[in-house]
């Protein structure tokens, strides 16, 4: 498991990456709840807590979470 969630880190810090040579000041993202551990873990911080629509139509509880890019110089 801790593989997995070492890939799923390093694919964080690529967005990260990407994100800030396109100017953006943060990312943002709907978490399972069974994830924000891992996103915290990651720097997100909570958000506030709503519902995902999966590809079938169903709703799926989530927590919105925000990361601010560091290093970002966009104004």
């Known amino acids: 498991m801790k593989i997995k969630l070492k890939f799923y880190a390093k694919i ?3 967005l990260e ?3 800030m040579n396109r100017g953006l000041k943060y990312l943002t993202l709907h978490s ?3 994830a ?3 996103y915290e873990n990651n720097g997100f911080k909570k958000g506030y807590e709503g519902t ?3 590809a079938r139509g169903e709703q799926m509880a989530c927590v919105i979470m925000k ?3 560091i290093g ?3 104004h």
Do not use: G
């Open 72 to 74: 970002c110089t966009s």
């Open 32 to 34: 399972s709840l069974t």
């Open 52 to 54: 995902h629509a999966l």
């Open 36 to 38: 924000v551990s891992f």
């Open 12 to 14: 964080i810090k690529d």
């Open 67 to 69: 990361k601010e890019i």
């Open 17 to 19: 990456f990407r994100a």
